[in-house]
């Protein structure tokens, strides 16, 4: 009672800060001055979000470290309290199957043992030579065509979707029709009506092709789920519903990192230099993670709920209090990266949380870090006069995306 | 040092392999970690204890043995 009395006078006296919180212009690519401020003032404060409730708000890198590797840290979107990502999410729990992202071990694990065998290390280093030549390419075509260009239709959402289709083993001509309802299936301003519409058609889509592929399978994901339904481990709806994910998450993803990237390294020419300048994969490699850490694009909290008391921070979380991680400020958290508004790509970056942490950690990592070795790594020493064709004043940023990007990127040589 | 990995509780993210890939290996068919060495060199200790603390599920673990 006491706490609850104390809570609230804090409250009168300071409204909580509503989460997400919009960035400033001007730094497009910083998070919000008081989203920055927030590791080193209050690692784990409230916030209040759309539906009015006030989730915890974990923005310290080590508490979020503690809280994601947690068991009694749940993703069941289904718990009273969950803090939802939009009202489109809150409305349509009841249609949403059990996936990788919504469940929580053991259920998760056997979702997630499905999906790892074309993500290992391995597996993606062999497909080096598959994605230098659709970079070179795409380059290529570039510069026979006219100037300016725009990197996104270019190079930056080609790459990445040309290499899940191929993976995948559907089409790459039906790639509108993925990038179409894929958009809206994840934007938080649709409508449940839309999302909905968008989710089916995508299921529906995959289901076909994997009953197609349990008649004639080949060598891609969709004919491993498809021998999986024959062997009875999974529905044709599970697997396609697994397909949907990957093939959301393998090319948005990769898309934003590539255009956005490419527009903070051309504000930083020092630092774009360094690029440019080496033929050494560890240095485009770290680049990588630096770059990953910089930009953050997953920038619209990761969405948990407590299923015990948990003590962290000096914080109690009480059982069934919702908790938003939000990455970018971790990833700008001081104590874990010094200097961290700087981008110097010669830092050590590897422990960012870009790809989250725990159980959940991103599936396709190792092959967003091979696409984005290769892409940063060709596209400056191709094209050493690489430029803005506009104002960075006039470039509209996806603030309304559940990944952070630009929608166009005009860009001259 | 004393290496253990928990097959159980590894969600084959690959931090691992990335960090040491002279300790750590992954399953072909689903990306299991595959520990090489229990006992790996003085020489690989600072890329074995990276990987232990990249390793999004705490699946790998470490004991500081006495070297005698």
């Not at chain 1, 899940?164 to 001509?173: A, D, M, N, Q």
């Not at chain 2, 040491?20 to 790996?40: K, M, S």
Request: hydrophobic share 45%; aromatic share 4%.
């Amino acid at each position: 009672m006491a706490d609850t009395l104390a809570d609230t006078a804090n409250e009168a006296a300071a409204p909580l800060p509503e989460y997400p919180m919009p960035r400033q212009s001007g730094c497009p690519f910083d998070p919000p001055a008081a989203m920055r401020a927030l590791p080193a003032e209050r690692p784990i404060s409230r916030a209040r979000i759309w539906d009015g409730s006030t989730p915890w708000l974990v923005t310290g890198h080590a508490e979020q470290r503690i809280l994601f590797a947690d068991p009694r840290v749940s993703v069941d979107e289904h718990q009273p309290g969950f803090p939802h990502q939009s009202h489109a999410m809150a409305e349509t729990l009841d249609h949403r199957p059990l996936t990788i992202f919504n469940a929580d071990a053991p259920e998760h694990t056997r979702f997630r043992r499905m999906l790892t065998g074309p993500f290992t290390l391995k597996r993606v280093e062999a497909l080096r030579p598959a994605i230098q030549k659709i970079t070179d390419d795409r380059i290529d075509a570039m510069l026979a065509g006219p100037k300016p260009a725009d990197l996104v239709t270019a190079l930056a959402l080609p790459v990445p979707t040309v290499m899940i289709t191929e993976l995948l083993g559907v089409p790459y001509k039906d790639h509108e029709f993925f990038q179409r309802h894929g958009v809206t299936a994840v934007d938080r301003d649709a409508t449940p009506e839309q999302s909905r519409e968008s989710s089916t058609a995508l299921v529906t889509y995959l289901a076909e092709a994997i009953v197609a592929k349990m008649a004639d399978p080949a060598e891609d994901v969709l004919s491993d789920l498809a021998a999986r339904v024959k062997a009875g481990e999974v529905t044709v709806p599970d697997a396609a519903l697994m397909a949907v994910v990957l093939l959301i998450a393998g090319h948005e993803t990769s898309a934003n990192m590539i255009a956005l990237g490419t527009l903070a390294l051309l504000q930083q020419p020092e630092q774009l230099a360094l690029l440019r300048d080496t033929d050494d994969p560890k240095v485009v490699a770290a680049a990588v993670e630096e770059l990953l850490r910089y930009l953050t694009i997953a920038h619209t909290g990761q969405r948990r709920i407590a299923l015990e008391d948990i003590e962290v921070g000096g914080e109690v979380i009480r059982a069934g209090d919702g908790i938003i991680l939000d990455l970018p400020s971790a990833n700008r958290d001081a104590e874990a990266f010094p200097e961290p508004q700087q981008l110097d790509l010669t830092r050590s970056a590897r422990h960012h949380h870009a790809f989250g942490f725990g159980i959940h950690q991103c599936v396709g990592q190792l092959l967003a870090r091979v696409e984005l070795q290769i892409v940063y790594g060709t596209l400056y020493r191709r094209i050493p006069t690489l430029q803005l064709a506009t104002e960075i004043e006039q470039i509209e940023f996806k603030h309304d995306r559940l990944a952070y990007g630009v929608y166009e990127l005009p860009v001259t040589w | 040092m004393q290496v253990e990995v928990d097959e159980s509780k590894c969600i084959a993210a690959g931090q691992c392999v990335l960090s040491a890939p002279e300790v750590f290996d992954q399953r072909d068919e689903d990306g299991i970690v595959v520990l090489l060495a229990e006992r790996p060199g003085a020489e690989l200790h600072d890329v074995v204890r990276e990987a232990a603390g990249l390793c999004p599920a705490a699946a790998i673990r470490l004991a500081e043995l006495v070297e005698g």
